[in-house]
């Protein structure tokens, strides 16, 4: 398993709702209700408004990845 930053967060999560007393059951409907979810989507917010207002400083568009590189040149299946 990958520990990332979202991995962290959860972790954390979890460890304290179980300092606040809360018992597995509870914190099962948390994780279940995908509470999880809305602080993993709060932070990715936050980066996202971060990078916008840094490039309006900087006075740059918004960076578009070239679709050269993005895109995959696949050759149709042949029929069997």
Known sequence: ????VDGTIG?????MWRALGYDETEINEFIASGTLNAFFIVGRSIG??????????LAMPMYRHPMDDI???VPEAEEI
């Open 11 to 15: 972790i954390l999560m979890v460890d």
């Open 48 to 57: 996202f408004i971060g990078h916008v207002l840094d490039e309006k400083r």
């Open 71 to 73: 895109l995959y040149d």
């Open 1 to 4: 398993m990958i520990l990332n």
